[in-house]
């Protein structure tokens, strides 16, 4: 069946360095893909989105890489701080008007001082 | 984001209870979500509306109904809570005109609802 997952439930980092969060994706006809942070008790936040023509989008400290030949994408934050601390979901558009984002079951990410 | 609110945030209920769930938003969005969270899973989409003649179902609608009062307001409602229905509910709002990319989506806080 069709599913948005993570490889990883848990990633546990040093502070300082970089962090990869990756997501598989089987719909290949998936034209659009954000990434979110969900910090303990809040609700999702948006970090960075990148649509199926491009393979790479840089944002403040975060960059998301796309291969659609494999259906992966990743989410690279650099100098991983303790705020980074939270859970990551890669969210993958399926509908016509941007109306069915189907999200996947998160990677939580441990920052260690 | 205090610009999407959700009441209450916490409910505790029994099966077969009505119950309903309140999202406000001061975005001037128009396009408005139900999701609920379970542990371990990803969200899951049970209604969207476009503009307040609008509703659509989603991935998992049965069991639940919604109503888009205004533009701002949009509310979730268990007809009869039963237990599997015990979830994080979040409230969503998105603008293709606005917004860091046209598609984001901003949440609010979460309600957590507990079906005994």
């Known amino acids: 069946g069709e599913s948005v997952g993570l490889h990883l439930p848990t990633l546990s980092v040093q502070e300082g360095d970089n962090s990869i969060i990756n997501c598989a994706y089987s719909n290949s006809a998936s034209d659009y893909f954000i990434w979110y942070k969900q910090e303990s008790g809040k609700g999702p936040q948006f970090i960075i989105d990148?649509?199926?023509?491009?393979d790479k989008r840089q944002g403040q400290r975060v960059t998301v890489l796309l291969n659609k030949t494999v259906k992966h994408l990743s989410l690279q934050i650099a100098a991983t701080q303790p705020g980074d601390s939270a859970v990551y979901f890669c969210a993958e558009n399926r509908g016509s008007n941007f109306n069915k984002f189907y999200f996947g079951s998160g990677t939580k990410l441990n920052v260690k001082p | 984001d205090a610009d999407v609110t959700q009441t209450p945030r916490n409910r505790i209920t029994k099966t077969g209870k009505r119950i309903m769930l309140e999202c406000s938003q001061t975005?001037?969005?128009?396009?408005m979500y139900w999701y609920r969270q379970d542990p371990g899973l990803g969200l899951q989409l049970i209604y969207y509306?476009?503009?307040?003649?609008?509703?659509n179902k989603g991935e998992i609608s049965d069991g639940y109904s919604v109503s888009r009062q205004a533009q701002a307001k949009f509310s979730l409602s268990l007809e009869s809570a039963i237990p599997n229905q015990t979830a994080l509910y979040f409230c969503?709002?998105?603008?293709?005109?606005?917004?860091?990319?046209?598609?984001?989506?901003?949440f609010g806080p979460g309600t957590r609802l507990t079906v005994l």
């Open positions: 990148i649509r199926s023509n491009m």
């Open positions: 969503a709002t998105s603008d293709p005109r606005t917004g860091l990319a046209a598609n984001e989506q901003f």
């Open positions: 975005k001037g969005h128009d396009r």
């Open positions: 509306s476009f503009d307040v003649k609008d509703i």
